[in-house]
């Protein structure tokens, strides 16, 4: 029944009241268009998960929004951004790193840990002038070599490096 209601909306109605009810006979739900739909006898309340802090580091397993679609998948942090940390999607790896908000990270699921592909820091040889930069070292790539995503570049797609071409 609640569309597009705020925690704090949420609160503000079980303050007023606070023995449960549609909220009607005090006119707090009565005056906001988007409960007229409510019956008068019904009890309305939705739950909100609140998680524990918890530490966020360079190649910490987790679960993170995926901007995309806006639902959470499994993934790895890669290293810290501007905007908070670059996420590497499981099975996604090849379409290049998310710059992620702090308040869109959640801790792994359990089940997950250890499913999602390490990576970590290097540098690699870039192919279009051939230099070696600073970069992060993925999962192995289909033709045997390794997925590299560059620093400063994390968003790009990641580039198939002979592992000849990655210096620890």
Not at 62 to 81: K, L, N, P, W
Not at 110 to 118: C, D, E, T, V
Request: glycine content about 10%; proline content about 8%.
């Amino acid at each position: 029944p609640f569309k597009n209601v705020s925690p704090l909306l949420h609160a503000m109605y079980r303050r007023q009241n606070p023995q449960g009810g549609s909220g009607r006979e005090r006119g707090f739900i009565k005056e906001r268009s988007w409960n007229d739909d409510i019956p008068q006898e019904e009890d309305v309340s939705f739950v909100v998960n609140v998680h524990e802090p918890f530490e966020i580091y360079a190649g910490m397993e987790c679960r993170a929004m995926y901007y995309g679609d806006e639902a959470f998948y499994h993934g790895v942090i890669v290293t810290q951004s501007r905007r908070g940390w670059y996420i590497a999607f499981s099975g996604f790896e090849g379409e290049g790193l998310q710059d992620t908000k702090v308040c869109d990270i959640l801790r792994a699921s359990p089940r997950l840990i250890g499913s999602a592909a390490p990576w970590s820091p290097c540098e690699a040889r870039f192919y279009q002038d051939m230099t070696f930069y600073p970069a992060f070292r993925g999962p192995v790539s289909p033709s045997g070599g390794y997925l590299v995503s560059f620093a400063g570049f994390e968003q790009q797609p990641p580039q198939d490096t002979d592992a000849i071409d990655i210096r620890a």
